[in-house]
């Protein structure tokens, strides 16, 4: 494998770690950058190719531990949280993280044949970008006036599982996994930043049973030659997002969805541009 290959490599890891939070779609981000410009396919064949774009979410997945590390030691039983440690007052457990989960997943487990032949292309990104936009401007105008739940720890069982339905959407490629949760979230009476961060949480078994489930899948297709194109985009993809999510959750709760669903509108229009005209 050349440096070029490998740079192609870096490239499609910084999107997806740059774009994987932020509720613009990262996996319709390399569906474009790769079919307009990278042309992965072609040296790593079409299983490689759609599987990276699935097990270089794994970078994303450790960047998402290493910010919510104490979290995910409570969500265990391994650590109390800070303030925590004393009282029995009530918060996120990890039965409502599975109840989230658990929708998506198996819809996924269900249709991963029918995503990966048919839904992996620009014209439905395109699509999903629309759609996730509506969705994200619908939720900013239509959310409660007042929060139901301002942190994590008052969210339901309830709002989890719906929040887990919205995430289904999210399989369609463009979409965008935190677009779609964090929209549901918001219009049932989360504040963005709770919806934010119980989008990451619920992230991390999803996209780790993905990517697992993909690999396995195609594991007949991969030779020691791939491997370096793994590494390399892991590693890109984990440092990217452990900026991106740093930046995210600082700027959520200020500027809410409208901008987000404008940017991904507007790449709509420049996509169809390029594809129409």
């Known amino acids: 494998m050349d440096w070029l290959e490998l740079l192609k490599s870096v490239v499609l890891g910084a999107v997806e770690g740059l774009t994987e939070f932020a509720p613009v779609s990262s996996t319709g981000h390399m569906v474009i950058v790769d079919d307009m410009w990278l042309h992965s396919e072609q040296f790593l064949t079409k299983p490689v190719a759609n599987t990276f774009k699935v097990v270089v979410q794994l970078g994303s997945i450790l960047a998402v531990?290493?910010?919510?590390k104490d979290r995910f030691l409570d969500l265990?039983?391994?650590?109390?949280?800070?303030?925590?440690?004393?009282?029995?007052?009530s918060r996120l457990n990890l039965l409502q993280v599975i109840v989230g989960l658990l929708p998506a997943a198996v819809l996924g487990f269900l249709f991963e044949d029918y995503?990966?032949?048919?839904?992996?292309?620009?014209?439905t990104v395109l699509i999903g970008l629309v759609a996730g936009a509506l969705l994200m401007l619908a939720a900013?105008?239509?959310?409660?006036k007042r929060a139901k739940a301002e942190t994590v720890?008052?969210?339901t069982y309830k709002q989890a599982l719906?929040?887990?339905?919205f995430q289904c959407v999210s399989l369609w490629p463009g979409f965008s996994r935190s677009g779609s949760t964090i929209s549901g979230g918001v219009l049932l009476g989360m504040s963005h930043r709770t919806a934010a961060d119980f989008t990451f949480i619920m992230a991390v078994p999803i996209m780790a049973g993905a990517s697992f489930l993909s690999l396995v899948k195609n594991w007949e297709y991969f030779t020691a030659e791939y491997l370096p194109f793994f590494i390399v985009g892991f590693i890109s993809s984990f440092v990217f997002a452990l900026i991106s999510i740093r930046f995210f959750l600082k700027l959520i709760d200020r500027?809410?969805?409208?901008?987000?669903?404008i940017y991904r509108l507007a790449l709509a229009v420049v996509l169809a541009l390029?594809?129409?005209l």
């Open 115 to 123: 995503i990966d032949e048919y839904l992996f292309s620009t014209e």
């Open 76 to 89: 265990l039983g391994l650590k109390k949280l800070k303030g925590q440690e004393g009282g029995r007052q």
């Open 140 to 144: 900013d105008r239509f959310a409660p």
């Open 255 to 261: 500027i809410k969805l409208v901008p987000f669903a």
């Open 162 to 165: 719906l929040v887990g339905l």
């Open 274 to 276: 390029i594809l129409y």
């Open 153 to 155: 720890d008052q969210v």
């Open 65 to 68: 531990l290493f910010v919510f």
